[in-house]
């Protein structure tokens, strides 16, 4: 029995299995006393030797603190995360160099002994790593207040959100342009500014430099580039189709509405060169809910330059980019669409007035041809002007609605056959005088018009040569004759008369339409009214054609 009433025995009392433990961490002993009266002591002391052997190789930092948070024992991942040999007794918070304690509870070893309950928190290190921290009261016989505290790294996830964060941020702040702004800019500098904000972030943000953004034209297909940076002149001028095969990943992309990592482009069939030197590439939809706008696509110099993260935030980012893009052809339509309305009420409000000036002037015209040469010459030059007021309103209006600011699905569709062909219709009814300027000279027609028979006379009679109707659209009721008899009429100042007559259902007094026909009448010359639209482009095209052939 060792007789411990030597001098030459040093005894360390301690009280408890936990302390005990601690203090064998720090020194080597010659052995372990415990006393018949302290079994169970002895048995929690093997209880966590065993445990410490097996929480030492954890991937997560484990530590046992005292209740004034000093370490007790800790394993080895804590001890490569403080970079110490040594944490036994060292302060838990000084251990990782005094992090900021981000909640969301702000005292968690006080709070864990006064409630008896685990609580976890957040700490960030200046070096930029983040721990969340599990702080709980040891239980057990002689443990006192010490406590047990599990650390995880949560860097990566952290540092995962905060991008996400910062992505989405940057996605609302991608179109996101002042009332001011939208009145002070036009379309190219609004699109110059949406591209400077993509690249920026794609830069700053997500930290890719080699960056192609295309957009699909979805009548054609074709994929049309919108900036480029980094890329090969030769490569954004290259023309791309949305289809899976023969137009690289990009063409893929947006044929199949889905992402695609290229890890090695040495080895993927698919792969077009972008930038001499790339070794790897990202390709992501313009995703607008299940419509492709486009594509984007960055490229990088090391092969498997990408990860699984890097999809996601180029998909979340491509989402906002779509987003913007929509928005910001909104705001265009929106302008545009106040702009031809504007245009359109002003050519409305003057078209009859313009008219009535044509009709009178060219009145006068025919009274002093022959007789004062310079008053005629001065009548010719406000039929001129007259006309000039129309035709100037009609550019001011395409000039503030260009093609490129409506969007595709409220585009008027085109009819090459009535561009700048020049209309004379010839009605009682304002009204109908007035749709037949709104309907006709949205498609490039231009439209004059007359109320009586004899006016209709007289301005094809002073409209010879290069400013001859190319048809003309009459009422067979007029109130000085009939539509058949002005046919008539135009026969002694026209070749061929390209005449079209309108008419109420079954209302033709004199058989005005059955005498046209037999004097040259086109069969389908004809309107009923009301017509729609399409049925008066559709007889006006035929008569152009036949007039033409």
């Known amino acids: ?85 040594s944490l036994v007794g060292t302060p838990f918070y000084e251990a990782l160099d005094n992090p900021e304690i981000m909640g969301p509870d702000f005292c968690p070893f006080h709070t864990a002994l006064a409630t008896g309950s685990p609580i976890n928190t957040t700490l960030h290190t200046a070096s930029n790593n983040y721990y969340q921290v599990h702080a709980a009261p040891l239980r057990g016989s002689g443990n006192g207040r010490n406590l047990i505290a599990t650390v995880s790294d949560v860097t990566e996830e952290i540092l995962q959100q905060q991008k996400l964060a910062a992505i989405h941020s940057a996605g609302r702040e991608l179109a996101d342009i002042r009332p001011d702004e939208i009145f002070l800019m036009d379309i190219s500098q609004r699109i110059d500014l949406l591209k400077q904000n993509i690249h920026h972030y794609l830069h700053d943000l997500l930290n890719f430099d080699v960056v192609e953004v295309r957009l699909l034209e979805q009548s054609t297909g074709e994929l049309q580039p919108l900036f480029s940076v980094g890329i090969d002149q030769a490569a954004a001028d290259r023309k791309l189709q949305a289809a899976p095969n023969g137009n690289g990943v990009t ?17 993927d069939p698919l792969y077009i060169q972008g930038v001499e030197g790339a070794r790897s590439s990202l390709t992501a939809p313009l995703m607008l809910h299940d419509q492709v706008l486009g594509t984007i696509n960055i490229e990088s110099p090391e092969v498997r330059a990408f990860s699984e993260s890097d999809v996601q935030f180029l998909e979340i980012f491509a989402r906002d980019v779509a987003q913007a893009l929509n928005t910001l052809e909104l705001l265009m339509a929106q302008k545009a669409n106040t702009a031809q309305q504007s245009c359109e009420a002003i050519h409305s409000a003057v078209a009859l007035p313009v008219d009535q000036i044509l009709n009178d002037a060219v009145n006068v015209l025919e009274q002093y041809i022959g007789h004062e040469s310079d008053l005629a010459e001065r009548v010719r030059r406000i039929l001129k002007n007259a006309r000039d007021i129309k035709q100037t309103i009609q550019q001011i209006g395409e000039r503030l609605t260009p093609v490129e600011a409506v969007p595709a699905s409220a585009k008027k569709p085109q009819y090459p056959n009535l561009m700048d062909k020049r209309i004379l219709v010839v009605d009682a009814d304002t009204q109908v005088l007035d749709d037949a300027h709104t309907l006709l000279e949205r498609y490039g027609c231009v439209v004059e018009t007359a109320q009586r028979g004899d006016e209709a006379v007289r301005m094809v009679r002073c409209s010879q040569g290069a400013a001859s109707y190319d048809a003309i659209i009459s009422d067979i009721r007029l109130p000085d004759y009939s539509g058949y008899q002005l046919m008539l009429r135009l026969k002694n100042q026209m070749d061929y ?13 004199g058989h005005s ?29 035929t008569i152009l054609l036949a007039a033409a052939a």
């Open 251 to 267: 063409g893929y992309v947006a044929a199949t509405a889905e992402s695609y990592l290229c890890e090695d482009v040495s080895v």
């Open 513 to 541: 339409i059955v005498k046209a026909r037999q004097d040259g009448l086109h069969p389908k010359a004809i309107l009923f009214k009301p017509f729609r639209l399409d049925q008066l482009i559709d007889v006006l095209e």
């Open 497 to 509: 008369v390209p005449m079209i007559l309108m008419t109420g259902f079954g209302y033709d007094p």
């Open 1 to 85: 029995m060792t007789d411990f009433s030597s001098d030459q025995v040093e005894i360390v009392p301690v009280a408890s299995a936990t302390e005990a433990l601690a203090v064998l961490s720090k020194e080597d002993y010659d052995g372990v006393y415990i006393p018949l009266t302290s079994l169970d002591a002895r048995d929690e002391l093997i209880q966590l030797q065993h445990g410490g052997a097996m929480l030492r190789d954890m991937p997560d930092g484990i530590a046992m603190l005292t209740e004034n948070q000093e370490i007790l024992w800790a394993n080895r991942r804590l001890h490569e995360w403080s970079g110490k040999d």
